[in-house]
């Protein structure tokens, strides 16, 4: 399971860190990712990170603005979110792809499961 949480409300130009804790499972051997979704949108891909390899991989829309990190010692995968815009308002999920040791990054939907409940991230103009 995962659970994740961190989200708010934001004025433009602001930051939020989401985290994202897992349990019931060896974290450091899987691939984690985020994704978002507003309202009457398609649930779409943030970022992802690697159990071992040190490159990320980003949606154009948010590289250079959003940094994921995780700490295997406390099982937890953050999204450290700097300049919001109000186009990233959403409801924000983590989620786990199940290979483990997975070599390659998706930036698939139907590769994860596990999804967290979302944490609701609103930027204000």
């Known amino acids: 399971q995962v659970a994740d949480s961190g989200g708010g409300l934001v004025q433009a130009g602001g930051s939020l860190r989401l985290s994202c804790v897992a349990s019931?499972?060896?974290?450091?051997?899987?691939?984690m990712a985020w994704f978002r979704q507003s309202p009457g949108e398609e649930r779409e891909f943030v970022a992802a990170?690697?159990?071992?390899?040190?490159?990320?991989i980003y949606a154009t829309s948010v590289q250079g603005r959003f940094t994921i990190s995780r700490d295997n010692a406390k099982n937890t995968v953050y999204l450290q979110m700097n300049s919001l815009k109000p186009e990233d308002t959403a409801v924000y999920y983590c989620?786990?792809?199940?290979?483990?040791?997975?070599?390659?990054?998706?930036?698939?939907?139907?590769?994860?499961?596990?999804w967290g409940q979302g944490t609701q991230v609103t930027v204000s103009s």
């Open positions: 019931g499972r060896d974290f450091n051997i899987y691939n």
């Open positions: 990170i690697s159990w071992g390899s040190p490159s990320p």
């Open positions: 989620a786990v792809d199940p290979r483990s040791w997975a070599m390659i990054l998706s930036r698939r939907r139907d590769v994860y499961d596990n």
